[in-house]
């Protein structure tokens, strides 16, 4: 692994049914990030982590849960997918919060 | 509320020189980023101010003025690969990025 990877690539999900976006580093940063991209509009955050048992509320929490159990791994859970879910998911990663953000390939993620 | 506003779209010749434009209204300010990203890609770190002036990156350069919430990026001797969107982030009081829409760049021959 170099850097930063999320899985799946892209996912075709039925409204109401749960999935669990993943993300992993193996730069041993601290602070981890989701972000959703839609058309039109900048990356909006969905939540973050600045260390390992920590998390906290972005800009666009609703919907969505997170956990941090260890540095390298940063899930992201949609309890139950609506349409207006639909988007890109990016997962960052940086040393610290005042540092420099790196992002992963991105989730494209479709909800019917 | 927080704001980040630039272009939506621009057109340069390849060869030419281009400024991407950015300006910001945002609940403090911890630095400017500019990150670009191609189509289907992720976003990738171009350049950073923190301080007032001019940073110079190769063919790429940006300029911070904090007085005037405002930021550029330059881009000089383009090439047909510098086509993408290019993207303005502020770090706010929190330490969390607003990111502005982003600035589609189109290059032609």
């Known amino acids: 692994i170099a850097g930063i990877t999320q899985a799946p690539t892209s996912q075709i999900l039925a409204a109401g049914r749960r999935m669990t976006l993943r993300c992993t580093q193996d730069?041993?940063?601290?602070?981890m990030y989701w972000y959703r991209q839609d058309l039109g509009l900048g990356l909006r955050l969905i939540h973050y982590?600045?260390?390992?048992?920590?998390?906290g509320k972005g800009e666009v929490p609703d919907g969505y849960s997170v956990s941090r159990a260890n540095t390298d791994d940063f899930p992201l859970t949609l309890a139950s997918a609506v349409p207006s879910q639909t988007s890109v998911y990016f997962c960052?990663?940086?040393?610290?919060?005042?540092?420099?953000?790196?992002f992963g390939p991105g989730t494209r993620l479709t909800v019917l | 509320g927080q704001n980040i506003d630039q272009p939506t779209e621009m057109t340069a010749t390849e060869g030419a020189i281009v400024q991407i434009n950015c300006t910001y209204q945002?609940?403090?300010?911890?630095?400017l980023f500019w990150y670009q990203q191609h189509a289907g890609e992720a976003p990738t770190f171009l350049s950073y101010?923190?301080l007032d002036g001019l940073e110079e990156k190769g063919r790429f350069s940006s300029f911070l003025s904090r007085s005037k919430g405002y930021s550029y990026l330059l881009l000089k001797e383009l090439q047909m690969k510098d086509s993408a969107s290019y993207l303005c982030?502020?770090?706010?009081?929190?330490?969390?990025?607003?990111w502005g829409a982003g600035t589609k760049l189109i290059i032609k021959p």
């Open positions: 960052a990663s940086s040393d610290s919060e005042s540092d420099t953000q790196y």
């Open positions: 730069m041993r940063h601290n602070a």
């Open positions: 982590s600045n260390t390992a048992g920590t998390t």
């Open positions: 945002t609940s403090g300010f911890n630095g």
């Open positions: 101010n923190v």
């Open positions: 982030a502020v770090r706010d009081s929190n330490y969390q990025l607003i």
